[in-house]
């Protein structure tokens, strides 16, 4: 939501009023939700966002409709609303065995949202789900379906491509970082084996129908075609 900080971020989701500038533009929300009742709508990283768009946020809730800037009523009652934020998270950066204690790190986070959010928004979210951090082999999991993704990329152009469990580790040395999560890891792969696999297309190494396997040894990644 780091977009719509503003006061005049309204304008953005419902449409300009009248005599304003865009106001022959839809609004991103209203116009989205207008046409597709059935939705599931996510305001991401919510902390961020105006006063003046909580406002719009309560009104939904609690009518379950928005007017927008044409007068038109919008209905909301068909919506999912999910709502990100990284409120709390610092509050959930200690040691792992205070995740033993479940009931203890929601009160922390319960307690760093308080500090964040009015209490009338906080009380018309229905349920609150707090994101534990990804430990190593979760992340193994993700980089494997990121590695899936390439292979399946590689395919349409003929080329077969494998890796194995050593790659996934050099990946995991150099992209894990429990504090930022997964994004590091798609940067990881892009670096370590997207860009030089790019290098050798371009010089002929590896050519369209071929194979090409990457692997690790002594912690540097290798292709053999």
């Given at each position: 939501?780091?977009?719509?900080m ?11 009023p009248p ?6 533009e ?63 998270a610092a ?6 065995t205070?995740?033993?204690d ?8 319960n307690?760093?949202?308080r500090k ?34 390439l292979?399946?990329?590689l ?5 077969n491509?494998t ?12 992209g ?24 050798k ?25």
């Amino acid at each position: 939501m780091s977009e719509y900080m503003e006061k005049n971020s309204v304008n953005k989701l419902i449409g300009a009023p009248p005599g304003f500038v865009g106001y022959d533009e839809e609004g991103q929300l209203t116009e989205k939700v207008r046409r597709k009742p059935y939705s599931v709508v996510l305001f991401d990283e919510v902390e961020k966002a105006h006063p003046d768009v909580f406002n719009i946020m309560l009104q939904i809730f609690d009518d379950g409709r928005l007017t927008d800037s044409k007068g038109r009523t919008v209905d909301f009652k068909n919506t999912v609303i999910i709502m990100t934020s990284n409120a709390g998270a610092a509050k959930s950066g200690v040691e792992s065995t205070a995740y033993d204690d479940e009931e203890a790190l929601r009160e922390r986070i319960n307690s760093a949202l308080r500090k964040t959010f009015k209490p009338e928004f906080l009380n018309r979210i229905d349920d609150i789900i707090v994101f534990e951090k990804l430990s190593r082999e979760e992340c193994r999991a993700i980089v494997t379906i990121i590695l899936d993704n390439l292979r399946a990329r590689l395919a349409k152009m003929g080329i077969n491509f494998t890796y194995d469990e050593a790659l996934e580790d050099v990946i995991l040395d150099s992209g894990f970082n429990s504090e930022y999560g997964a994004r590091p890891l798609k940067r990881t792969v892009r670096r370590l084996v997207e860009d030089p696999l790019s290098e050798k297309l371009i010089t002929g190494e590896v050519s369209k129908n071929g194979r090409i396997t990457a692997t690790a040894e002594n912690g540097e990644i290798e292709f053999f075609s």
